[in-house]
């Protein structure tokens, strides 16, 4: 389970919607239509267990999961928070991003995930041990890769990256309706 957050000043990047109460989170240790992953068959490996919303997941860092990743996202924002459908798609959309960047780009081992909600606003994290920052490249029409962190900040309300002493969080932020 990850410890408290020691944050690197200056590295979040805000959206110009955002709300300043968004920045308060002291919490110890595209727009298709389309239905979030399918369920896995039942004669598939049982996937590893854990509630992403009660402390952090350790995922082996493959390919693989970025399926897992997904699923524990859909599972927990439609049917735990009951939150919409297009915004779980986003999310998981995202969480799928920045995974892919945490399995591809940092020699891991595993990486962890972690889901916070606050009133308002819903916090997904992804920890890895590199301390090598993620960087928004400008994305052209025709590029075929490298939109993961274009998409991360277009379709969130706030990312940012928080430096630890061993590795980083790479996080985004979303709005939603409390009921």
Partial sequence: MMGGMAGLEGMEQPRPRSDPAAAGWGIPGADRDRTPAPRRPASAAPEP???PTLGEVRLPSRPQSAGIARRLTAAVLLR???LTPQLTEHAVLLVSELVGNAVRHTGARTFGLRMLRRRG???IEVRD?????????????MDLSGRGLFLVDKLSERWG?????RGKTTWFEMRIADR
């Fill in 49 to 51: 267990a854990g509630d």
């Fill in 121 to 123: 606003w819903i916090r």
């Fill in 80 to 82: 735990q928070w009951s």
């Fill in 161 to 165: 990256v928080d430096l630890l002493p």
């Fill in 129 to 141: 041990p590199s301390r090598g920052l993620p960087c928004l490249m400008p994305v052209q029409e």
